[in-house]
T-cell receptor, first 114, second 116 residues
Framework: AQSVTQPDIHITVSEGASLELRCNYS??????LFWYVQSPGQGLQLLLK??????LVQGIKGFEAEFKRSQSSFNLRKPSVHWSDAAEYFC????????????FGTGTRLTVIP | KAGVTQTPRYLIKTRGQQVTLSCSPI?????VSWYQQTPGQGLQFLFE???????NKGNFPGRFSGRQFSNSRSEMNVSTLELGDSALYLC???????????????FGNGTRLTVT
């Protein structure tokens, strides 16, 4: 069965510092992986996705993620955090073709201090 | 292009009542999925509709149901509301049924349901 672990519940970084949010997945085959961001009172916005090919994936808002099969990880990174990046970040794994049921991690809340 | 639209944004209901939530997908999207988000259980998949047919279903009781209309708009219904049904209900649409690179899920802002 698919599952996602986000080991960090809450991370605080200074504006301008680099960021890495961790995500580990469990899936038997090649996973479909996603990162979504949720601001307070809002829905989820897709940051980036991985299906196959290049293991370094570029997304919106300057985010990137690297798929590492050997570590079952899909960590999200940003070289320089902006105050507007403060939000909750969710990693998700897809159930495979033919289904839109994503399995989400519990989320990491990001606080950015000036 | 307008995003996924969910109405209403907020609802307060009493235990035992029923509720209907509405979702309009992005224009051209034919698949609609519903998720429940709670602090305790996180984000959980409810069901997916495509071409007016339920294609996939999560592990929720039969009190949770949905439907999709010919214009791809969708509604979900929860009957005999329980306190534990209090949650943010998120609707998401995609071009086609199932996950694919060119057809990822796009989420609406949700309907916040409070059951008292």
């Amino acid at each position: 069965a698919q599952s996602v672990t986000q080991p960090d519940i809450h991370i605080t970084v200074s504006e301008g510092a680099s960021l890495e949010l961790r995500c580990n997945y469990s899936y038997g085959a090649t996973p479909y992986l996603f990162w979504y961001v949720q601001s307070p009172g809002q829905g989820l916005q897709l940051l980036l996705k991985y299906f196959s090919g290049d293991t370094l994936v570029q997304g919106i808002k300057g985010f990137e993620a690297e798929f590492k099969r050997s570590q079952s990880s899909f960590n999200l990174r940003k070289p320089s955090v902006h105050w507007s990046d403060a939000a909750e970040y969710f990693c998700a794994v897809g159930a495979g073709t033919g289904a839109n049921n994503l399995f989400f991690g519990t989320g990491t809340r990001l606080t950015v201090i000036p | 292009k307008a995003g996924v639209t969910q109405t209403p944004r907020y609802l307060i209901k009493t235990r035992g009542q029923q509720v209907t939530l509405s979702c309009s997908p992005i224009s051209g999207h034919r698949s609609v999925s519903w998720y429940q988000q709670t602090p305790g259980q996180g984000l959980q998949f409810l069901f997916e509709y495509f071409s007016e047919t339920q294609r996939n279903k999560g592990n929720f009781p039969g009190r949770f149901s949905g439907r999709q209309f010919s214009n791809s708009r969708s509604e979900m219904n929860v009957s005999t509301l329980e306190l534990g049904d209090s949650a943010l209900y998120l609707c998401a649409s995609s071009l086609e049924v199932g996950t694919s690179y060119n057809s990822p899920l796009h989420f609406g802002n949700g309907t916040r349901l409070t059951v008292t």
